[in-house]
């Protein structure tokens, strides 16, 4: 059984870092309320830890 994660941007990158500005967008989110799933690995948690104030993430078991 394979983990993944739903991360979901929940709040504007406006007045954030450069860094979490990027961070969303590797992760292949754009806007308020754009939604990925992505396989649970060590880096997606990093990444999501870093945006962490912006995003809403959810676990999903395929």
């Known amino acids: 059984m394979a983990q993944s994660l739903k991360v979901t ?5 406006i007045s954030e870092k450069q860094n979490q500005r990027d961070t969303l967008r590797s992760l292949g989110l754009k806007r ?6 992505r396989e649970d ?8 830890r870093t945006v962490a104030h912006l995003v809403k993430v959810e676990e999903i078991s395929e």
């Open 32 to 37: 308020i309320g754009d939604s990925v799933v």
């Open 9 to 13: 941007q929940i709040k504007s990158v």
């Open 41 to 48: 690995t060590q880096q997606l948690r990093g990444y999501v």
